[in-house]
T-cell receptor, first 113, second 109 residues
Framework: DTAVSQTPKYLVTQMGNDKSIKCEQN?????MYWYKQDSKKFLKIMFS???????INETVPNRFSPKSPDKAHLNLHINSLELGDSAVYFC????????????FGSGTRLTVV | QKEVEQNSGPLSVPEGAIASLNCTYS??????FFWYRQYSGKSPELIMF????GDKEDGRFTAQLNKASQYVSLLIRDSQPSDSATYLC?????????FGTGTSLTVIP
């Protein structure tokens, strides 16, 4: 039973398209996150939600819009995809604001062509 | 200056040796420190966390924290080929979680 699940695992799409990535956690955690990992393996936070409320919104193009319908789900919608958006996107969750570490989803490898 | 700095490696050690991975952080107010292991093509997996100065041991892994020097390290004893991965250091300050760029470790059989 996967603790943090993301779909899809792979996403190949053309520039200019709009796509969504979904994330669900069954750990009962209050806080969920989206991270972007670039080709150099650097993990950078994009958004953080605590109990459906946005608490961290790093400098991310407004083409990226997170949505949290409930505390178990955090989706990421990306408009007008660009080549530079190609990366692995990880969803993660934690019991509170990260004090006990994060549990990561398996990642979504996005390739924009 | 980055919040968390790690030597990117690669670090190579022979099987059975001790692997030593180091991390420094810039914000003296940082509170909690984590080590994640990430196999190629996989997601990061939490292996250790430490809050207090000193050593914390868990099996073959020992985390060491020195807040005065703003330094946290991970020692892997009796290294195995299955330990070959990228090790990410992470630091919490307030509600911000910062990752280092990771150190690539290769254990040579």
């Amino acid at each position: 039973d996967t603790a943090v699940s993301q779909t899809p695992k792979y996403l190949v799409t053309q520039m200019g398209n709009d796509k969504s990535i979904k994330c669900e956690q069954n750990l009962g955690h209050d806080t969920m996150y989206w991270y972007k990992q670039d080709s150099k393996k650097f993990l950078k936070i994009m958004f953080s939600y605590n109990n459906k409320e946005l608490i961290i919104n790093e400098t991310v193009p407004n083409r990226f819009s997170p949505k949290s319908p409930d505390k178990a789900h955090l989706n990421l919608h990306i408009n007008s995809l660009e080549l530079g958006d190609s990366a692995v996107y990880f969803c993660a969750s934690s019991p509170r604001t990260g004090q006990l570490g994060y549990t990561f989803g398996s990642g979504t490898r996005l390739t924009v062509v | 200056q980055k919040e968390v700095e790690q030597n990117s490696g690669p670090l190579s050690v022979p099987e059975g040796a001790i692997a030593s991975l180091n991390c420094t952080y810039s914000d003296r107010g940082s509170q909690s420190f984590f080590w994640y292991r990430q196999y190629s093509g996989k997601s990061p997996e939490l292996i250790m966390f430490i809050y207090s100065n000193g050593d914390k041991e868990d099996g073959r892994f020992t985390a060491q924290l020195n807040k005065a020097s703003q330094y946290v390290s991970l020692l892997i004893r009796d290294s195995q080929p299955s330990d070959s991965a990228t090790y990410l250091c992470a630091v919490i300050n307030g509600n911000q979680f910062y990752f280092g760029t990771g150190t690539s470790l290769t254990v040579i059989p």
